[in-house]
């Protein structure tokens, strides 16, 4: 069977990144959602060290964050990054208690139900919509299901999967199902497909100042493709319209 166009453009990005490493908290529903809290708009490095110090000074079950002092929680928050330690430290400790007061402690029970009733019931924890819901079933490989974070979705647009729109949920649902119809439904290569992706929106397709210059995805990107424009004219047919007669009016 024939690779699909995106098979084929994360096999490239894959040559340029390598295996990408999992991210904190694989496969343990509640520790991706932890994960995520202790560190924001962080480096993945300090992601990890934050995490590991929740680790090793609390502990990461829901009943160790709940009963941990918030003071500690804000110290820890604080090394994943300076913006509202505290506050991460505060949903942190309310997403433990949804977990014990609403999933009986374990958030691993969501994994067996279905899609829907899984996402509605990941959406009720702090911090989680949608396309979290989708990458905690996707990481933990519980469905075939493509999450996506903004960088990775910000990727997928430009390459033309999906349509883009003033309403994120509404794109990213279009790009996400747009890209599934072209990647196997297994989970484990979504993970993958979706951290590649990730990689990419980082590094080089970034938001407001793209590396188009040293991007190997440019024959294929529609983004770029429309920036630079059409394409210059030969010089033959630039001579051709220069010696045809014109047909404006002189000025008089």
């Known amino acids: 069977m024939p690779q699909s166009r995106l098979t084929k453009l994360l096999a490239v990005l894959k040559k340029r990144y390598g295996t990408p490493k999992p991210r904190v908290g694989e496969r343990d529903p509640f520790h991706l959602v932890v994960g995520e809290m202790v560190a924001y708009l962080a480096k993945d490095d300090l992601r990890e060290k ?75 924890l702090p911090s989680v919509a949608e396309p979290g819901a989708d990458r905690i079933l996707m990481t933990c490989g519980a469905r075939p299901v493509l999450g996506l974070e903004s ?6 647009c430009r390459l033309g999967y999906g349509e883009e729109t003033k309403n994120y949920h509404k794109t990213y649902r279009s790009a996400r199902n747009a890209a599934s119809a072209e990647l ?25 100042v793209p590396r188009c210059e ?39």
């Open 50 to 124: 934050a995490f590991h110090a929740l680790r090793k000074q609390v502990g990461v079950t829901p009943e160790e964050i709940r009963n941990a002092p918030l003071a500690t929680l804000t110290a820890i928050c604080r090394l994943g990054g300076p913006v509202a330690p505290q506050h991460r430290a505060e949903r942190m400790q309310l997403a433990a208690a949804i977990v014990i007061d609403d999933f009986g402690g374990d958030l691993n029970s969501v994994l067996k139900w279905d899609y829907q009733k899984a996402v509605k019931a990941l959406c009720t």
């Open 214 to 252: 040293e991007c190997p995805l440019t024959a294929s990107c529609n983004y770029f493709n429309a920036r630079r424009g059409p394409k210059p004219s030969s010089d033959r047919s630039l001579r051709t319209r220069l010696r045809a007669p014109s047909t404006r009016k002189a000025p008089e």
């Open 184 to 208: 196997p439904k297994k989970a484990a290569v979504l993970t993958e497909a979706s951290l590649l992706l990730r990689e990419h929106g980082k590094e080089t397709c970034k938001y407001t």
């Open 151 to 156: 960088s990775a979705l910000r990727v997928l």
